[in-house]
């Protein structure tokens, strides 16, 4: 009889564990799925279709070496955004040594978007090949016809091989050649990143791109908003009609502002981006910019944080805006919290993005959940 009370008690806090609802969102703090497991998916980006939200991230392990890929990219799935089910690791890294995606290589903020065209999901990730440190700098491609995977790689490359960009004049060039010779971080030097002196020497290797996010527009086109120039400058790149590739029309953004972590969405026609500066997994302030045009110019509004510990973005760095679907102007901030001493503790900051005459506020919450945009 003891034996029987004890299986039914053991059951009833089974049945608790798997069925408890998150009901909120509780930044930085431990995030359940459905399982009861933290969620790993760092980095991350959501795509929405048929009415479920798909997040995808980074799949950190345990211990320093954890933010390297040791297993791909992990999706979950969600009807609320509340409570996200493990869909498992949908792009997996390679035992064979001589693949660019081999298990060790490094693959970080991977975005999925959904191709009207041809049906895909198309997913975009910051690529270093295996013990080359941030060196290879590489855009990479992955496409699934499924959301939950798996996801087929195809190739990294750095965008734009041999192509100018449409926002920098050629007449810098005499310029860009003498800076060679400038010592880093001189008022000149920094002058003559503005002016393209690192647009030039890797015009024959193509852009590096490091830290990046994918935005899809209204009208279908999407674009690669990537890190480049030695995290100096933010490059757009407009994606082919198939978003495997890129068309040759790309623009600068912020020249030698040292920008990381970009993250884009469009409000009435305008288009906004938040990004951090460069502090390796360190956090420091966010950055906020709006603009008419995808292709700029980019105006600067500041630091959106406000508040306790705003300068440094309350302890965590941009990924992605997530608009929440059928509802109008209701943006969530998607941010990391990373803990690079064991990648795998690291936390997600969701936080309500707020419209102050035409600049963004983000504020700090212990807890919140969607009935925020209704007060
Ligand atoms: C900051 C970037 O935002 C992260 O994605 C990662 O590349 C770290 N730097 C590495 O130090």
Redesign the pocket.
Known sequence: MKLIYSIAFFFSLTTVAVFSQNKAFIPGMEWKDTDGAHINAH?GGVVFRDGIYYWYGEYKTAGRGGNTALQGVSCYSSKDLYNWKNEGIVLKVENNPNSEITKGCII??PKVVFNKKTGQYVMWFHLELKNQGYSAARAAVAVSDNPKGPFKYIKSFRPNKGVWPMNLDNKFNSVVIRAKRLESWTPEWLTAVKNGMLVRSDLERGQMS??MTVYVDDDNHAYLIHSSEDNLTLHISELTDDYLDFTEKWARMEPAGHN??PAVFKKNGIYYMIT?GCT??DPNAARSFSSKSIWGPWESLGNPCVGKEAELTFHS?STYVLPVQGKKDQFIFMADRWKPSNPIDGTYVWLPIQFDKGKLILKWFDKWDLDFYNN
């Open positions: 980095g970080e903020r490091r830290d990381e972590a951090s390796g997994w760095q």
